[in-house]
């Protein structure tokens, strides 16, 4: 059983260079803020940039990259890796 610290440490692993598939596959409560995000990026971002790293992503749709690591970061505090 893995424990909310051991989460946070987990969930703050997820960095510049992973791509969207390697977080979302990992980290499934990431969908949601990714679904969020689409709005910003004006097009949905799992359907259209899955094999993209978070920096390509945020270069691509002129998005704030730092904001976007936390919010994903943030989303997996109460969740288990592949939850």
Same mark, same amino acid.
């Given at each position: 059983?893995?424990?909310?610290? %051991? ?7 997820? @960095?510049?260079?992973m791509? *969207?598939?390697d ?5 499934? +409560? ?12 004006? %097009?949905c ?6 094999? @993209?790293?978070?920096?390509? *992503? ?7 990259? +730092?904001?976007?690591i ?13 939850a």
């Amino acid at each position: 059983m893995t424990d909310k610290s %051991e989460n946070s440490s987990l969930i703050s692993a997820i @960095e510049p260079g992973m791509t *969207v598939l390697d977080i979302v596959s990992t980290y499934s +409560a990431t969908q949601e803020v990714f679904k969020r995000w689409d709005d910003r990026a004006g %097009e949905c971002i799992c359907c259209n940039a899955l094999f @993209e790293s978070l920096d390509a *992503v945020a270069e691509k749709y002129n998005l704030d990259l +730092a904001a976007l690591i936390q919010d994903l970061r943030n989303a997996g505090d109460n969740a288990k890796p592949g939850a």
